[in-house]
């Protein structure tokens, strides 16, 4: 399972767009990219996935380099309620979806 | 629907004590999940059953846990005998294999067990 790397905490203000950029340097050939956020005493819930290229939906946009060793989540115009621990996740098909530390994002007025 | 729909939301019991958590996946979703999330473990997954079979359980910590899943809308997460340590969060997903809803899970509210 490719390992992921994104940073532990990402802090903005309301308005503003985030980007949240994950590493992912061992990625296999059939691995998908998939992103979940979780807001505290909830289950996570997805965002999007994306294997290559662009990416995006009614929520945010997903943005994979050719070389598909990274990927950045964009959430436009963020607001006070899209605080919340966002996960960066790489594999294949449903089996052992891992998550790691997730990137703490903390919108301010 | 409801999405998964997962019971008690809150378990306080005594060490020694048999825990039953239970979970109702989204009717039509073919796979279920189970994860522990704690602080400082972050979320794992422990077990996932297909089509009611049990596909993976490499991740349960050891004998004390066993899951079930006797029917497609019922799956139930059981440790025995409970220790402290078992204290977490756990989490059941269930999902779809849709050829646009690869890597979706639908996580339920989550049950906060405390072992004393």
């Known amino acids: 399972l490719a390992k992921t790397t994104q940073p532990i905490s990402m802090d903005s203000y309301e308005g503003q767009e985030v980007n949240i950029t994950c590493s992912h340097n061992n990625i296999a050939t059939n691995d998908y990219i998939t992103w979940y956020q979780q807001f505290p005493s909830q289950g996570p819930r997805f965002i999007i996935q994306?294997?290559?290229t662009k990416v995006t939906n009614e929520v945010a946009s997903l943005f994979i380099p050719a070389d598909r060793k990274s990927s950045t989540l964009s959430l436009p115009r963020v607001s006070l309620s899209d605080t919340a621990v966002y996960y960066c996740?790489?594999?294949?098909?449903?089996?052992?979806?891992?998550f790691g530390t997730g990137t703490r994002l903390l919108v301010s007025p | 629907d409801a999405g998964v729909i997962q019971s008690p939301r809150h378990e306080v019991t005594e060490m020694g004590q048999e825990v039953t958590l239970r979970c109702k996946p989204i009717?039509?979703?073919?796979?279920l999940f189970w994860y522990r999330q704690t602080m400082m473990r972050g979320l794992e997954l422990l077990i996932y059953f297909n089509n009611n079979v049990p596909i993976d359980d490499s991740g349960m910590p050891e004998d004390r846990f066993s899951a079930k899943m006797p029917n497609a809308s019922f799956s139930t997460l059981k440790i025995q005998p409970s220790e402290p340590r078992d204290s977490a969060v756990y989490f059941c997903a269930s999902s779809f294999m849709g050829w646009d809803s690869y890597n979706e899970q639908f996580f339920g509210p989550g049950t906060r067990l405390t072992v004393l």
């Open positions: 994306g294997y290559k």
């Open positions: 996740l790489v594999n294949t098909g449903f089996q052992k979806l891992v």
């Open positions: 009717s039509g979703h073919d796979y």
